[in-house]
């Protein structure tokens, strides 16, 4: 892997990228500390030192943020708003045949697609911003703060700034994009995973700081590397079901007669069900602090069961969710039919299987027992650590939790297979051996 790294620097355009991509990286990172105008910083500060205790809901959303959320600087809001609005184009393709249509022309319908989910994301940004900012103003992040966030509260103060988080995040997706185009990984990627591992260095202080620190911080470590095994074991494994291409006379040429295969991964949803999951978990606890000092017995019922992280109806329902999303999200992304008619138009079959409406029968049979181990790997991987940081008595949403290690490890993978892609074509042995 050193060998790697040194041929990766040793080429020029490669190592331009790498630097690109830390430059941005930067930018993004000083964006995080900059707060919005309108905002006292110091009080920030003070209510942040204040307080025992942050709203769960918050407590993720800032994760995300990496830490810019409670900070109300102008990157509060993160990614989040764009890969929102990314899933639910993705979703509309279910509904709409038009961004159906788009989505099979190739480049041009993908850039339309791309553009619309551009528009939604500034739609996003601007009515989170507003909520987030209302709930500053409510005391709603840090309860019982005597000092305000938020001083001056008047509508060009509030207007200025949601105007300045929503240009925050078309910002942030502006540089996503740069770094997709000419830089090294996926930039929107990236960007959350440059957001959850700056927040690790304050997580293992709480670990070693708390009761039982080096014991606490032993079982985590352990934990953590049974969790990142099995994940790059899984993230790797795919079936692969072999595909044969009949001969074909064009002319005087003989077309066809290669052997190839489908690869489909274990995991075809990636990191897409467990965040749909923590953002319906997010309603009830959301529901319940507007509910006011005087809750009803359903509220209080609600607080207690549902959103509280560690009871047990609330991990059932996190698992639950979680295999549900992961075949509903596979099912939108993988299409059988649309991949035997493929196959059937070019002279493809699978050996043994009748092309057509058979071949998609089949190809439905595996996807559906594949998706089936692929969730609960999800559900197990996003559980295990929460339950053991509850039962050592942590805060089950630190960064060192099951759906960031899949974060965190999921785009590593990928942005090494994309140096090691660019090293082989100038025959690099890359990192993998």
Known sequence: ????????????????????????????????????????????????????????????????SGGALLQLSIFA?????YITASIIVQLLRVLIPRFETLHKEGADGQAKLTQYTRYITVGFAALQSASFITLARNDVFFQNCPVPIIPDQSWHIITMMVLTMTAGTVLIMWLGERITERGVGNGMSLMIFTSI??????????????SNGVQNSIIVAVV????????????????????????????????????????????????IPVIFASSLLML???????????????????????????????????????????????????????????????????????????????LNYVLSRITAAGSLYLAIVALVPTIVF?????????????????????????????IQSQLEQRHYEGFLK
């Open 77 to 81: 809001l993160g990614i989040m708003p």
């Open 1 to 64: 892997m050193l060998s790697g790294f040194m041929s990766a620097f040793r080429t020029p355009d490669l190592r331009k990228k790498i630097f690109y991509t830390l430059g941005i990286i930067a930018i993004y990172r000083l964006g995080v500390a900059i707060p919005t105008p309108g905002v006292d910083y110091g009080n920030i500060q003070f209510c942040a030192a204040q307080a025992t205790d942050v709203n769960t809901a918050f407590q993720v959303l800032n994760l995300f």
């Open 224 to 271: 953590i590397l049974i969790v990142i095994a099995a994940v790059v074991y899984i993230e790797q494994s795919q079936r692969r079901i072999p595909v044969q291409y009949a001969k074909r006379m064009v002319g005087r040429k003989t077309l066809g007669g290669s052997s190839t295969y489908i690869p489909i991964k274990i995991n075809m949803a990636g990191i």
């Open 197 to 210: 591992a700056a927040s690790f260095p304050a997580a293992a202080v709480t670990i070693a700081t708390s």
């Open 390 to 418: 509850i039962a050592l008595g942590l805060n089950p949403n630190i960064p060192f939790g099951g759906a960031s290690i899949l974060i965190l490890v999921g785009v590593g993978l990928d942005t090494v297979k994309r």
């Open 284 to 362: 009830p606890t959301i529901i319940t602090q507007f509910a006011g000092d005087d809750p009803n017995e359903f509220i209080q019922w609600l607080e207690f069961n549902v959103a509280r992280p560690g009871s047990a109806l609330n991990i059932v329902l996190y698992a639950l969710l979680i295999i549900f999303f992961a075949y509903f999200y596979t099912a939108i992304t993988f299409n059988p039919d649309d991949v035997a008619d493929n196959m059937k138009k070019y002279g493809g079959f699978v050996p043994g299987i009748r092309p057509g409406a058979p071949t998609a029968d089949f």
